[in-house]
């Protein structure tokens, strides 16, 4: 499909990705009708299909977005060498918060991508992969014990991201810094008083 280029081109194609990523969000993708997409978007139907053929191409870009995006961010935020012991703990909220931060700045398309898509499953198994891999080189470095699994690791910190993210990121009920906070202190400090050690086998 050839579209319109130039300024006035991206900011229509703009406007109904826009538009049509609250109609996903809030009613579903059954639900959403390109004619409540268009009039949202404050254009035409033969705009819409300058740009998708279809309601399911716009549905497909939006998750496309949404998993390029988050999957960019996650392979940039490995700890590089030579990090302070003192330090580790709070370059890791800050890795976490820009996780959240991502995750916030645009809700719909957040709940689209890690909810809503059928392909929200291969998603959170990527990023599980890409945080395992991210884990292990830092466990190489020394800066976790080297008996974690970290597979199991990265599971825990998808699934926190995951359930933090539905029940109070999106909710505004928790701002991502107190998320990140919370999540680091459980993983990095666990959760018996300081000084304590329980053995486990």
Do not use: W
């Amino acid at each position: 499909m050839t579209e319109p280029k130039g300024r006035k081109g991206r900011e229509t194609k703009r406007r109904l990705l826009k538009a049509a990523a609250r109609e996903f969000a809030n009613n579903g993708f059954h639900e959403t009708k390109v004619s409540t997409i268009v009039k949202n978007s404050g254009l035409t139907q033969p705009s819409f299909y300058l740009y998708f053929s279809s309601k399911d191409a716009v549905f497909e870009e939006l998750v496309t977005s949404f998993q390029s995006k988050i999957i960019k961010l996650s392979e940039s935020v490995r700890l590089e060498g030579g990090i302070e012991s003192n330090d580790i703990a709070k370059r890791i909220v800050m890795i976490i918060e820009s996780v959240f931060q991502f995750l916030v700045q645009d809700p719909d398309l957040t709940r689209i991508g890690l909810f809503l898509s059928p392909n929200a499953k291969q998603i959170r198994n990527e990023l599980t992969q890409i945080v395992k891999s991210n884990l292990e080189a830092e466990q190489r470095l020394g800066y976790f014990r080297y008996n974690l699994d970290m597979e199991i690791v990265a599971e825990c910190i998808i699934g926190v991201i995951e359930h933090y993210t539905a029940t109070h990121l999106l909710s505004g009920s928790k701002e991502p810094h107190i998320l990140a906070q919370q999540i680091v202190d459980l993983f990095i400090n666990g959760m018996l008083p300081k000084g304590d050690s329980i053995k486990t086998t």
